[in-house]
C-alpha cells in the first residue's frame, strides 16, 4: 500500500500498545522495512525506548532520513483514578522532554494528550502543547478520546484546535457525531482498535475491556458478518476492517506481534463496495469497548 496520508499523518501505521520493549523494538523496525512510516507509542505503555532502538536500527541501514518517519508518542494526563496526579502545564512540559529522551529524537511528529480525564487542568495541559509546537520539538500537536465537549472547550478559550484526534473506531462504535465534527473541524482522525470485532482481538494479560461474551461469539461464529466480507473479498477479516477505516480517510494504527500479520496488515489494495459501506453502518453499536474504567468521551 501507497504511504498516503490523511492530512497530516500517515494513512497505515504500527500500534505498540501492550508491547514489551523488546517488541516493540523488533516490530518497529521490521514494520518500518516493510514499509510503514508511522509507529504510535505512548508514555504510558512503557516501550518509547524499544521503538527508538527500532527506529536507529532501521535508519543505520537505509537510505531513509528521520524526516521520512513519522512518530506518535502520547502524553498521560493524570486523573484517572485518585492516586493518578493531574499534570498542569509544567508536568506536561517535563513529561514531553522525557518522552523525547526516551526515544532519543529531537523532534516528535504527532504528540497527543492520551485522554481528557485532566479535567480542569485540560486547557494547561493543551496550552503546554501549543507551546512546544512553537518551539519547533512537536510538527502536530493532537488529542486522543476527546468527544465534542472536549474540543469545544478548546475553541470557547480561543485556543488553536487540534491536528488529529485519535480515537477508538471500529464498525461496532462508529461514533457518527463525532466524525462529523472533525471533519468539519479539518481535524485529522486516526482510528485505533479498528480490530475489536475479531475473537482474537486483545488476548493478551492487560488488556481488558468492556467487550461481552456475545461480541466474542460473532468472532468465533462461522457466519460472522466480517468472516463473510472478508471472504467476498479474498482478505482476512483484518484486512476487511482495517480497510474500512482507511476507506473513509481515517488513519489506522493495527497492532501485531506477529511479523507475518503486521505485513498483511499494510497490505490493502482493494475497495469496498458501497453496497457494504452502507451494510456496515447498520452495525454500529454506540459506545466504546477499550477502556475498561468507562468511556472517556464521557468525562466531563
Given at each position: 500500500?501507497?504511504?498516503?496520508?490523511?492530512?497530516?499523518?500517515?494513512?497505515?501505521?504500527?500500534?505498540?500498545?501492550?508491547?514489551?520493549?523488546?517488541?516493540?523494538?523488533?516490530?518497529?523496525?521490521?514494520?518500518?522495512?516493510?514499509?510503514?512510516?508511522?509507529?504510535?507509542?505512548?508514555?504510558?505503555?512503557?516501550?518509547?525506548?524499544?521503538?527508538?532502538?527500532?527506529?536507529?536500527?532501521?535508519?543505520?541501514?537505509?537510505?531513509?532520513?528521520?524526516?521520512?518517519?513519522?512518530?506518535?508518542?502520547?502524553?498521560?494526563?493524570?486523573?484517572?483514578?485518585?492516586?493518578?496526579?493531574?499534570?498542569?502545564?509544567?508536568g506536561?512540559?517535563?513529561?514531553?522532554e522525557?518522552?523525547?529522551?526516551?526515544?532519543?529524537?529531537?523532534?516528535?511528529?504527532?504528540y497527543?494528550?492520551?485522554?481528557?480525564?485532566g479535567?480542569?487542568?485540560?486547557?494547561?495541559?493543551?496550552?503546554?502543547?501549543?507551546?512546544?509546537?512553537?518551539?519547533?520539538?512537536?510538527?502536530?500537536?493532537?488529542?486522543?478520546?476527546?468527544?465534542?465537549?472536549?474540543?469545544?472547550?478548546?475553541?470557547?478559550?480561543?485556543?488553536?484546535?487540534?491536528?488529529?484526534?485519535?480515537?477508538?473506531l471500529?464498525?461496532?462504535?462508529?461514533?457518527?457525531?463525532?466524525?462529523?465534527?472533525?471533519?468539519?473541524?479539518?481535524?485529522?482522525?486516526?482510528?485505533?482498535?479498528?480490530?475489536?470485532?475479531?475473537?482474537?482481538?486483545?488476548?493478551?494479560?492487560?488488556?481488558?475491556?468492556?467487550?461481552?461474551?456475545?461480541?466474542?461469539?460473532?468472532?468465533l461464529?462461522?457466519?460472522?458478518?466480517?468472516?463473510?466480507?472478508?471472504?467476498?473479498?479474498?482478505?482476512?477479516?483484518?484486512?476487511?476492517?482495517?480497510?474500512?477505516?482507511?476507506?473513509?480517510?481515517?488513519?489506522?494504527?493495527?497492532?501485531?506481534?506477529?511479523?507475518?500479520?503486521?505485513?498483511?496488515?499494510?497490505?490493502?489494495?482493494?475497495?469496498?463496495?458501497?453496497?457494504?459501506?452502507?451494510?456496515?453502518?447498520?452495525?454500529?453499536?454506540?459506545?466504546?469497548?477499550?477502556?475498561?474504567?468507562?468511556?472517556?468521551?464521557?468525562?466531563?
Amino acid at each position: 500500500m501507497d504511504n498516503t496520508y490523511t492530512q497530516n499523518v500517515p494513512s497505515v501505521g504500527l500500534g505498540t500498545y501492550n508491547m514489551t520493549s523488546e517488541e516493540a523494538e523488533l516490530l518497529t523496525y521490521e514494520s518500518l522495512k516493510h514499509g510503514y512510516r508511522h509507529i504510535d507509542t505512548a508514555a504510558v505503555y512503557k516501550n518509547e525506548n524499544g521503538v527508538a532502538k527500532g527506529l536507529e536500527k532501521f535508519l543505520d541501514k537505509s537510505d531513509l532520513k528521520r524526516e521520512n518517519i513519522f512518530i506518535t508518542t502520547k502524553l498521560w494526563p493524570g486523573g484517572l483514578v485518585k492516586v493518578d496526579r493531574i499534570k498542569d502545564y509544567t508536568g506536561t512540559v517535563k513529561s514531553f522532554e522525557k518522552s523525547l529522551m526516551r526515544l532519543n529524537l529531537d523532534y516528535i511528529d504527532l504528540y497527543l494528550i492520551h485522554s481528557p480525564h485532566g479535567k480542569n487542568k485540560r486547557l494547561d495541559q493543551w496550552r503546554a502543547l501549543v507551546d512546544l509546537k512553537d518551539s519547533g520539538k512537536i510538527k502536530y500537536i493532537g488529542v486522543s478520546n476527546w468527544g465534542v465537549n472536549h474540543l469545544s472547550e478548546l475553541k470557547d478559550n480561543n485556543l488553536p484546535m487540534p491536528d488529529a484526534n485519535q480515537i477508538e473506531l471500529h464498525p461496532w462504535s462508529q461514533k457518527h457525531e463525532l466524525v462529523k465534527f472533525l471533519r468539519n473541524e479539518n481535524i485529522d482522525i486516526i482510528a485505533y482498535s479498528s480490530l475489536v470485532p475479531l475473537s482474537t482481538w486483545r488476548h493478551k494479560d492487560g488488556e481488558n475491556s468492556k467487550k461481552t461474551d456475545e461480541m466474542y461469539e460473532i468472532g468465533l461464529s462461522e457466519n460472522s458478518p466480517f468472516k463473510i466480507l472478508a471472504n467476498k473479498y479474498n482478505v482476512t477479516e483484518a484486512q476487511f476492517l482495517l480497510k474500512w477505516a482507511v476507506q473513509q480517510n481515517f488513519a489506522i494504527l493495527p497492532k501485531s506481534i506477529d511479523v507475518n500479520r503486521m505485513k498483511e496488515n499494510f497490505n490493502l489494495d482493494f475497495i469496498i463496495d458501497n453496497q457494504d459501506m452502507e451494510y456496515i453502518k447498520t452495525m454500529d453499536k454506540g459506545n466504546s469497548i477499550t477502556w475498561e474504567y468507562g468511556d472517556p468521551l464521557q468525562v466531563k
